[in-house]
């Protein structure tokens, strides 16, 4: 991904089979690991680190 300037670009590959889990209803249950790569994202992202 690229901010809107194109200045900042990030890209990150995981595999989400070893921690992620399916609930009842089919969906993916949070793990602290999608809220880490959310701030990573973050911070990679936003120049000083917020959004």
Do not use: K
Request: proline share 8%; aromatic share 8%.
């Amino acid at each position: 991904m690229s901010s809107p300037d194109g200045r900042l670009q990030f890209s990150f590959s995981i595999n989400g089979t070893w921690y992620q889990r399916l609930n009842d209803s089919g969906g993916i249950e949070p793990h602290p690991i999608d809220e880490a790569l959310r701030r990573l994202t973050v911070v990679a992202m936003c120049a000083d680190g917020h959004p």
